[in-house]
């Protein structure tokens, strides 16, 4: 009967699923610019994951294994018993912030062309300004390097006692790409 159940759930999960159309639209509005629920819902987890963190860091206790592998914590003066739990939890919250941060990151960065096309044709209009301006100038500067690169590694060569025929045979090998 059990089995059974779960069939029947999971062939209605997929029937529903098959005939639904999730768009740009839908996911689009759960960015946090947009969804101001989402927002405060990240703004706690969040400030929850930053709390958890920095209790951490200023009373000096860390997450450590212990050795039936669960987290622990740990002070100066060795760990602490019975906060198996608590390390557990407070790594699971930074964990969860963590991973809700990214999450409203990037879902914030897919939909910026949609949500805020004034600001998208802002950066693409000063990236494209950037390249006019700086066309050239990276090239120039790998010049440089690799002409002081040359000079020095030369120097260095030099100071060690190598020859004339070794610097040759060395360049050689440099040129064809053989180390």
């Not at 689009?28 to 969804?35: G, V």
């Not at 912030?97 to 990151?105: E, M, P």
Request: with cysteine; hydrophobic share 45%; net charge neutral.
């Amino acid at each position: 009967m059990k089995l059974m159940t779960m069939l029947v759930a999971a062939l209605t999960t997929a029937a529903t699923c098959a005939h639904s159309e999730v768009t740009t639209e839908v996911v689009c509005t759960y960015a946090p610019s947009q969804n101001s629920t989402v927002s405060r819902i990240g703004g706690l987890v969040s400030g929850a994951a930053a709390g958890t963190e920095v209790t951490l860091l200023t009373s000096g206790l860390t997450v450590v294994a212990h050795s039936s592998g669960a987290p622990i914590l740990t002070g100066a003066g060795g760990y602490i018993a019975g906060t198996m739990a608590g390390a557990l939890v407070a790594t699971t919250v930074v964990t969860i912030g963590v991973i809700a941060a990214g999450t409203a990151i990037t879902v914030e960065l897919a939909c910026a062309p949609k949500n805020h096309p004034e600001f998208v044709k802002k950066a693409l209009d000063g990236a494209k300004e950037y390249q006019t301006v700086s066309k050239g100038k990276l090239e120039e500067l790998v010049d440089a390097v690799r002409k002081y690169q040359t000079v020095t590694q030369d120097k260095f060569y030099e100071f060690m006692g190598e020859t004339w025929y070794e610097r040759m045979i060395r360049k050689a090998k440099a040129g064809f790409g053989i180390s």
